[in-house]
């Protein structure tokens, strides 16, 4: 693990263990961590995160327990084989997290319409549309207001 890829968020609803073990677990089901990639030891992750050491080692037996990572006396914390079997979806961290998207996108300021949408998108298979080019009249370039720009050299009085 070269990159921070873990971050803790002080103001969720989720303690800091549940955020450590939900982010790593992610990361090595969408194959971020390979199988066999080392993670740092639960002292070097608490300190790059500020937490108490058994906050960390707690979101480490949880993993262990799903079979996602192993530790070896000597050889470390690594990644774990994927499980063939489907994972089920843990419905009170799916709440935990809806509240927090919802809360932080209100004090973005957006309505549940606004929520809803975004939601529907990023569920969404497709990339999102983008805004279609303005096309440009044929007869030369045009200035930011979509008027053709003059060429001429403006004269001094």
Do not use: C, N, W
């Given at each position: 693990?070269?990159?921070?890829?873990?971050?803790?968020?002080?103001?969720?609803?989720a303690?800091p263990y549940?955020?450590?073990r939900a982010q790593?677990?992610?990361?090595?089901?969408?194959?971020?961590?390979?199988?066999?990639?080392r993670?740092?030891?639960?002292?070097q992750?608490?300190?790059?995160?500020?937490?108490?050491?058994g906050?960390v080692?707690?979101?480490?037996?949880?993993l262990e327990?799903?079979?996602?990572?192993?530790?070896?006396?000597?050889?470390?914390?690594?990644?774990?084989?994927?499980?063939?079997?489907p994972?089920?979806?843990?419905?009170?961290?799916?709440?935990?997290?809806a509240?927090?998207?919802?809360?932080?996108a209100?004090?973005?300021?957006?309505?549940?319409e606004?929520?809803?949408?975004?939601?529907?998108?990023?569920?969404s298979?497709q990339?999102?549309?983008t805004?279609?080019?303005?096309?440009?009249?044929?007869?030369?370039p045009?200035?930011?207001?979509?008027?053709?720009?003059?060429?001429?050299?403006?004269?001094?009085?």
């Amino acid at each position: 693990m070269h990159d921070p890829a873990v971050r803790v968020d002080t103001t969720s609803q989720a303690p800091p263990y549940e955020q450590i073990r939900a982010q790593l677990a992610a990361l090595i089901r969408t194959g971020r961590l390979a199988e066999g990639e080392r993670l740092p030891t639960v002292r070097q992750l608490a300190a790059d995160l500020g937490l108490a050491p058994g906050t960390v080692a707690r979101a480490y037996r949880e993993l262990e327990s799903a079979k996602l990572i192993r530790t070896r006396r000597g050889a470390g914390t690594r990644v774990a084989a994927l499980p063939s079997e489907p994972h089920p979806h843990d419905a009170d961290q799916l709440i935990t997290l809806a509240r927090d998207f919802t809360s932080a996108a209100r004090a973005l300021g957006a309505d549940t319409e606004d929520i809803l949408t975004a939601v529907r998108d990023a569920l969404s298979p497709q990339p999102p549309p983008t805004p279609p080019l303005r096309r440009q009249r044929s007869g030369g370039p045009q200035d930011g207001r979509g008027t053709r720009a003059s060429h001429k050299p403006e004269q001094q009085a």
